[in-house]
């Protein structure tokens, strides 16, 4: 397994707003991951350059972009992990799956094909929005019937600690 790290500050040329999704498409981050990074690894390292042996995690605001970046790119990624975060964060109300991410999760069986595992992680610590917010995301998964694991990291709050117990867990689950 090649563990891949970059920035998700990118920025368009021009743009000071790394983040945000540009009026015209995917935030930045996403083209430089899809247009360059995987492509890069992709030529420079033996691998096996498909979406069944490809993975994608990200921490905190990374579990967001991790979440946005792999449901718009089904094609690209089999495995999600999203450790201390979700797509809806801040957030804390109830999620509508037919708007939520223009619909990306209100197909349960089509998204059970496509993703091997989508994985949630968090510390029993974690500090407001994120217990509310990430149980809203699940509670929106189990009303749909989309499958998922959860872990729990007992004794730890929004840290090191978590993201370090959330990766052996998810590691360990990819690629069998």
């Excluded at 094609?75 to 037919?98: C, E, H, M, R, W």
């Excluded at 019937?145 to 929004?158: D, I, L």
């Excluded at 993201?163 to 998810?170: A, E, K, M, N, V």
């Amino acid at each position: 397994m090649i563990v891949v790290m970059d920035n998700g500050y990118a920025t368009l040329s021009g743009d000071n707003k790394p983040f945000n999704s540009t009026p015209t498409g995917p935030f930045p981050f996403e083209q430089v991951l899809i247009n360059e990074v995987i492509p890069m690894i992709d030529k420079s390292y033996s691998t096996i350059a498909d979406r069944d042996n490809r993975a994608m995690a990200g921490l905190s605001m990374g579990a967001n972009q991790t979440m946005q970046i792999v449901m718009k790119n089904l094609d690209q990624f089999a495995y999600l992990g999203a450790f201390s975060g979700t797509a809806n964060y801040p957030k804390t109300d109830p999620i509508d799956v037919s708007s939520f991410m223009n619909g990306a999760f209100k197909d349960a069986h089509s998204l059970n094909r496509q993703l091997k595992l989508l994985w949630l992680g968090a510390g029993t610590k974690e500090p407001v929005p994120f217990p509310a917010s990430i149980g809203a995301f699940r509670s929106m998964l189990d009303q749909t019937g989309v499958k998922y694991q959860y872990y729990v990291s007992e004794g730890t709050a929004h840290e090191w600690l978590t993201w370090r117990r959330c990766l052996h867990q998810f590691a360990s689950l990819l690629f069998k």
